[in-house]
């Protein structure tokens, strides 16, 4: 007997997406409920309807939106029959319960999908472990959501022990999960520590900035490497460091890591706090928006407020406006900077427009937390004379007296120090006066 054909299609939720603004939420310019919308898509779910969006000044303690629009979306989920109701809120356990009554169906609010990209999205073993913590946590004020099915005997004879330590015991392992993923984390994070410790000796530029706003493509452009890079929200999540070459050959560490959004759960914020505080050491941080947003305005005050929360660093040292390409309007870019006191670059890292601007610029920065010394080393030490050369910035050469070769380089205090280790005593530095020859 021969089976019915099945499709082999993956099964896209299809979901109604509802939110409430309260005062002080950012408008949406290109539509309410837009940046939920591409989140769902994210997530690989399928938004049907309109939306729903309702304006209050507090929101309801029980179910967060109002008894007339808890109905009106109840009628759209008759009409639709979706998988679920994503709500573009952090709801409450009992907020949660009293939706999924009111709707008959899985309620999703905005940190559980996030959350739910970030899972799908995780490649490493660390950010699979902080996404598992940050969800766990997340799970924890929330699992006797998901005893409702003891609801109906719940407090009868013979009923009331088994449920109770039935949720009891999930807790109790719920916890000891949470803390044996914060061990294993922290032994990762340790070994990461000694990673980035490891390269104090050179240059580190930092690339931080809203998600989507093109950081993976400039990454690419600026080292020619290969990292995945596409249109969607969260496409990074672990922080990449690759050599950038200079124009005077000197190397830099360019590190990209997750974006920032809008309310991103604090849980989330708290696992990835390590994977960000390794970009936000950089030596140079570079804040990249996407200027043809609409929302690019709000998007950069939420990077600012992101960053400021975890850093003593309020504000990047150079604003990045990418995919000028697609901005019509260059006075936009003006409005969008104000009276920033970060250095202004106007790039494109899809079509390579503005890079070498940016280049300067960084190069600039590095010059001011660089010297310039002599380095004399005897013409037949080869190894040595490689050595120098490898290391970049090198200004000039010439041959004393046939036996020694004097080096003019520019490069950080840490490249010195390096340096120094790797040619011992085969060579000598020796400081540049300012206007010497």
Known sequence: M???????????DRVVVCGVILPGHPQEFEGELSEVRALVGAAEGVVVGEG??????????????????????????????????????????AQGRNLEKAWGVRVIDRSELILDIFARRAQTRQ???????????????????????LERTEGAIGTRGPGETQLETDRRLLNRRIADLKAELSVIERRKQRQVASRSGQ????????????KSTLLNR????????????????????????????????????????????????????????????????????????????????????VLASMSARLRPDVLVLNKIDRVDDPLSLHLLTGDSPATVVHVSAKTGRGLDRLTEVVQSYLDERSSTVDIFVPVTDGRTLASVRAAGGLMEEEVLEETTMRLRVRLSAGALGLLRQRTGSHARFAPVVEGAR
């Open 2 to 12: 021969s089976r019915p054909p099945q499709s082999t299609q993956a099964h896209h």
């Open 52 to 93: 729903f969006v309702q304006r209050r000044e507090r929101p309801t303690p029980a179910t967060l939106l109002g008894k007339g629009k808890v109905e009106e979306i109840r009628t759209a989920v008759d009409q639709h029959k979706p998988d679920a109701v994503v709500v573009d809120n952090d709801l409450t356990p």
């Open 127 to 149: 950010a699979s472990l902080q996404v598992e913590l940050a969800q766990n946590e997340y799970l924890m004020p929330r699992l006797r959501r998901m005893w409702t099915h």
């Open 203 to 214: 240059f580190t530029v930092g690339l931080v900035g809203y998600t989507n706003a093109g």
């Open 222 to 305: 600026l080292t020619g490497s290969q990292e995945f890079a596409a249109d969607m929200p969260f496409a990074t999540l672990d922080t990449r460091t690759r050599k950038w070459v200079l124009p005077d050959k000197r190397i830099v560490l360019l590190s990209d890591t997750v974006g920032f959004l809008q309310r991103l759960p604090h849980h989330l914020v708290a696992s990835f706090h390590a994977t960000l505080e390794e970009t936000l050491q950089a030596d140079l941080l570079l804040h990249v928006v996407d200027a043809s947003h609409p929302d690019a305005g709000t998007q950069m005050r939420a990077v600012d407020e």
